[in-house]
């Protein structure tokens, strides 16, 4: 039977992350978990891209789910220098034949 990859923050499936930010918010990260329910190591990659606004998404983290364990990807999200309005971006991780994608939306808000 092959591995299964499953996508969890704080016990709950991620199917997208949506941040609200003020405009000239410092960098944040969060921490997603990969988990592996099946047995074997499983191999990954992940990548992030943005549509339009440079690179204020990145995603570290690469290598192997181990057997029925988790493996932490670091995503971090720098709205430093953007204008207020909506950001799209997506993470991709590719375990296999798997592949996940988590759409990410970013919305900067003007300071006050």
Aim: aromatic share 6%; net charge positive.
């Amino acid at each position: 039977m092959g591995s299964s990859l499953r996508f969890l923050v704080e016990s709950k499936t991620l199917p997208s992350i949506n941040l609200p930010v003020l405009q000239g918010s410092a960098a944040t990260t969060q921490t997603l978990i990969l988990s592996n329910r099946g047995q074997g190591a499983q191999a990954f990659t992940a990548s992030a891209v943005t549509s339009f606004g440079g690179n204020w998404l990145t995603v570290t983290g690469s290598g192997s789910v181990p057997s029925f364990g988790t493996t932490p990807l670091s995503v971090s999200i720098n709205p430093s220098g953007l204008a207020p309005g909506t950001y799209a971006g997506n993470i991709t991780i590719t375990a296999g034949q798997t592949t996940l994608n988590v759409p990410v939306i970013l919305t900067v808000s003007g300071a006050r």
